[in-house]
């Protein structure tokens, strides 16, 4: 009969089957004595296979696997991680034996987006004559106006799709394809629009001819962004106009200048000078005041809707 750490055998350690299921995550870990040190394409009888139900609860798949510590000469722990939603596949096992790809996963995400803000503020511009003696003697100030950027956050959540595929024999052009998709926005089938982060790429194994990579692909989306509103004006309940100086009609209708548009997914917030001009009564000067657009960030030279299509792996071939 044989016994634990023999060669090509594997025993389920204790009773993990049951000891290690946390209900609450959906998530169970079975520990192993193989008589093996490292996981190879084929392993024993017995020993877990990736995506393989777990033996009590139905609803878990297996994830990962992997080597918990070496007993032996010929005799090694390991362990299987097994969920509900593939969580523990960011690194596949038996690359380009079992595990051609991991379970896409479609996760939350917090993000920020600087928002243009300009406030109208004033300064004093000192005003000059010559005297009979030539000499230049300041008379009085006048008043500019001008708009400062005070740039405001606006939280949004999107959502990160990613997947794990290995790759056999990851060659330059292929690499160079990658990179060029690299920050590019993609359709998918839903018709959202996805730009596609840098993934990794981790060689696994280095055979002659039969190199096998990991290649980690990420995305990530954006809704459209809300018009940003405009906080309290000069003359409002609990904003008084200030009474050392008369704010311009056309200065108080702009004393907020923000985007006046509803932001769309991947577009670049810009400054841009509007055409008012204002001519200070007083002081004759000609100021303009700036008005803010939404400047088109997509789709531009940074899209390619169906670059996804033709990536190393087919990580999103069955969408």
């Known amino acids: ?40 394409p084929v392993m024993p009888l017995g020993f877990p296979n ?7 609860y139905p609803g878990l798949f297996c994830d990962k696997v992997g080597v918990q510590e070496r007993l032996g000469p010929t005799m090694t722990r390991m362990y299987a991680l097994y969920s509900t939603n593939g969580r523990f596949t ?33 300064r004093r511009v000192p005003m000059f004559t010559s005297n009979a003696q030539g000499q230049r003697v300041q008379t009085e100030n006048g008043r500019t106006w001008e708009w400062i950027n005070l740039p405001r956050k606006s939280v949004y959540y999107r959502t990160v799709w990613s997947r794990s595929v290995d790759v056999l ?42 190199s096998v990579y990991t290649i980690a692909y990420q995305w990530v989306t954006e809704p459209t962004l809300p ?30 200048v923000t985007s006046r548009y509803p932001r769309p997914p991947f577009y670049n917030y810009q400054v ?13 000067i000609v100021f303009g005041v700036p008005d803010v657009y939404v400047v088109d960030g997509f789709p531009d030279k940074r899209t390619t809707l169906l670059g996804w299509q033709t990536l190393p792996g087919g990580p999103l071939d069955d969408l």
């Open 50 to 56: 990736f995506g393989e139900v777990h033996p009590r």
């Open 227 to 256: 018009i940003p509103g405009l906080p309290a004006q000069p003359g409002d309940e609990g904003f008084p106009l200030p009474s050392s100086y008369t704010i311009p009609p056309i200065v108080l209708e702009n004393y907020y």
């Open 1 to 40: 009969m044989p016994n634990p750490g023999d060669e090509g055998t594997c025993f389920e350690f204790r009773d993990s089957v049951d000891a290690e299921f946390d209900p609450s995550s959906g998530t169970a870990r079975r520990v192993f004595t193989v008589g093996q040190t490292e996981i190879t």
């Open 272 to 284: 841009i000078p509007g055409a008012y001009e204002y001519t200070d009564a007083a002081t004759g």
């Open 90 to 122: 960011t690194v596949l096992r038996r690359p380009g034996i079992d595990l051609v790809r991991g379970y896409l996963r479609i996760d939350p995400e917090r993000g920020e987006v600087s928002v243009p803000f300009l406030v109208a503020t004033t």
């Open 169 to 210: 024999n990851l060659d330059q052009s292929a690499r160079d394809y990658i990179t060029s998709q690299t920050g590019q926005i993609h359709k998918f089938p839903d018709n959202n629009f996805y730009m596609m982060l840098a993934p990794s790429m981790t060689q696994k194994t280095a055979q002659q001819g039969n």
